[in-house]
């Protein structure tokens, strides 16, 4: 069983987080919330609606965003073109003269594309580095521009799985700073899931943790600093043994 009787919640307007050792069910938590993996029991809610039985593209229709723990961008396009992508998925029609532009309305959409691309190329720090292929971005870079796509469509709720991974501390820190900046000045809430506890700690109102897939304890920074079971599900019951003198 990967999840057994986890109940939490991510609100609008302040970082949640969730933490837990490897196989804890983080991710399989992330997959429930965005359909991708369905339950035997339970709901899965947005905004109070019950999504439980509604696919994944329809949850993201709704305002449940999503990143991944591995990088999936499109290495043969620019920067730019990465973002603006996610932009127009807003205006997907099956007109083919609209998607080309070269209609009226189709003219107007291209313009609201290209200045929300570039309002979120300045809002994750990526100016300067527009016309860079994203395969050859740093993986830094590369996680900035995975987080510009995923508030294209403008997410109430974010969910990010592990998005420091393959960075070093202070572009962790720079990141976990921008999501703090995001959530103060949009409202937005942000559902996170981190290994690096520096962030974690750093930047969470309230942090879920799991272990062997059940709910271990929620609390503030503090309280699962504190705490003398987290520590024990990360590095392991000591029995009181001291080896050397």
């Known amino acids: 069983m990967a999840l057994d009787a986890v109940s939490l919640e991510a609100q609008p307007g302040r970082i949640t987080g969730l933490i837990g050792p490897n196989g804890a069910g983080k991710t399989t938590m992330f997959n429930v919330c965005c359909g991708f993996q369905g339950i035997s029991h339970g709901t899965v809610t947005l905004d109070g609606q ?11 229709r709704l305002g449940l965003g999503r990143t ?24 997907i029609s ?7 532009g070269i209609i009226g309305r189709g003219r107007k959409v291209m313009t609201q594309v290209a200045e929300r691309t570039d309002e979120l190329i300045e809002i994750v720090g990526l100016s300067g580095l527009e016309n860079a292929f994203a395969g050859e971005v740093s993986t830094g870079q590369g996680r900035l521009v995975e987080l510009a796509r995923a508030l294209a469509r403008s997410p109430r709720i ?3 799985d592990e998005p420091t991974s393959g960075l070093d501390v202070a572009e962790s ?34 942090i ?29 019951k000591s029995d009181g043994a001291c080896d050397g003198p």
């Open 50 to 60: 019950d999504i439980t039985g509604i696919p994944p593209t329809r949850r993201a």
């Open 158 to 160: 974010l969910l990010l």
């Open 173 to 206: 820190a720079r990141f976990g700073q921008l999501l703090v900046d995001l959530v103060r000045r949009s409202g937005i809430g942000v559902f996170i899931i981190e290994h690096d506890m520096s962030v974690v700690l750093n930047i969470c109102d309230w």
């Open 94 to 100: 099956n007109d083919p003269l609209t998607q080309l």
């Open 208 to 236: 879920h943790v799991l272990d062997f897939g059940k709910p271990l304890m929620a609390g503030t920074a503090a309280e699962v600093r504190a705490s003398s079971a987290v520590r024990n599900a990360y590095l392991g």
């Open 68 to 91: 991944f723990q591995r990088m999936e961008l499109f290495h043969s396009l620019t920067v730019r073109d990465n973002i603006a992508l996610a932009v127009e998925s807003l205006h």
